[in-house]
């Protein structure tokens, strides 16, 4: 009996270690390959305006982004002014309200980001803003740049 | 019985740690490679909600308005007066603290009656250029900013990013109590 113990605890009990460096770099890549970092095209042009009076954002995933600005057109012209959510542009509107409120019922903490070219006229931000009124995704934010001290 | 006991000793546990470092490796890249470093700042706002259409809207005394009229050309009409935008800063300032006595200012009977009943509307053509509008409303947050860092100085701390770390935990944030920023982004005339 006493012999058979004895030779159960010779054995080398050790996991053959030299492959994990392989599996390890394998996980990695299986990363590297399938995370996105930006899934969103951004197909109109917004030159953000600078603002001292800033506030950070730091949870993303609260966020959702509305930009407005001219739409970026073939060799370098830009064109009329254009609303995009996500992926694509908006033509009419009242779809702005059917789809914020489909991410609010997802989120109820949403924060609208409007990224709004500095040089938009005022009018399609406040169409926007009733449609997100409408939605009820009240919380807004006016993304800018942090102003450079002249 | 006990030869066995002190076999079991001298064999010495041991977990394999040469791949621990590419577990942590991994990981760390796997963090590096999703966290997006440039934090999204701007100016944060809460739109009005829905108004019903049978309430009116709750009504606002004259006197605690400022009414902020920002133009096609980007000029600024501050109270019917008319006045550059590095004015807004100290015109919100004079109109927020009108009455409070800590402020060291002139009560005067046009402008607000206390400093959390003072209102400041912007109101803007459809045309006006959005950056303009941006530099409005930036200054009037500032005006608030100053104001709050000014009144947290006042009761002992460092400024206002300091007063809300380090006030008491079940006090409510008493600044933001006594100085609402209630800034309203009042609708273009219909035109």
Redesign the interface.
């Known amino acids: 009996m006493s012999k058979h113990f004895k030779k159960k605890a010779a054995t080398k009990q050790e996991i053959p270690t030299a492959s994990l460096p392989d599996i390890i770099f394998m996980l990695l890549i299986f990363f590297m390959v399938t995370t996105v970092l930006r899934e969103t095209t951004v197909q109109v042009r917004t030159m953000l305006p600078s603002a001292e009076a800033l506030t950070k954002i730091d949870q993303k995933r609260l966020v959702s982004y509305i930009w407005i600005g001219p739409r970026k057109l073939a060799d370098n012209r830009i064109g009329d002014t254009g609303v995009q959510i996500d992926d694509a542009l908006i033509e009419d509107l009242t779809t702005v309200r059917t789809i914020m409120y489909g991410k609010l019922v997802e989120q109820p903490k949403l924060i609208v980001s409007l990224r709004v070219d500095q040089k938009s006229e005022m009018g399609i931000v406040l169409n926007v803003q009733q449609e997100l009124r409408e939605a009820g995704t009240l919380r807004i934010n006016y993304s800018t740049k942090r102003q450079v001290e002249a | 019985m006990a030869?066995?006991l002190g076999?079991?000793k001298n064999?010495e546990p041991e977990i394999?740690t040469?791949?621990m470092a590419?577990?942590a490796?991994?990981l760390l890249?796997?963090f590096l490679?999703?966290t997006?470093i440039d934090?999204?700042?701007?100016?944060?706002?809460?739109?009005?909600?829905?108004l019903d259409e049978n309430i009116d809207p709750p009504p606002v005394k004259e006197r605690n308005m400022l009414k902020i009229l920002v133009n096609e050309q980007g000029l600024v009409l501050m109270d019917d007066r008319p006045s550059a935008v590095n004015q807004v800063r100290e015109e919100v300032r004079k109109h927020v603290l009108n009455c409070y006595a800590n402020a060291g200012l002139e009560c005067v009977s046009n402008r607000s009656e206390a400093p959390g009943k003072a209102v400041v509307s912007i109101k803007?053509?459809?045309?006006?250029?959005?950056?303009v509008?941006?530099?409005v409303?930036?200054e009037v947050?500032?005006s608030?900013?100053e104001m709050w860092d000014a009144e947290a100085r006042r009761i002992g701390y460092r400024n206002y990013e300091d007063y809300v770390d380090r006030k008491p935990a079940e006090e409510e944030n008493r600044i933001r109590e006594l100085i609402k920023a209630n800034i309203s982004?009042a609708?273009?005339d219909a035109a």
């Open positions: 030869g066995l076999k079991k064999r394999p040469s791949s590419d577990i490796f991994l890249i796997f490679v999703t997006t934090v999204d700042t701007g100016i944060g706002m809460v739109l009005p909600p829905k803007t053509a459809r045309q006006t250029p959005y950056n509008y941006i530099n409303l930036d947050w500032m608030y900013f982004i609708e273009p």
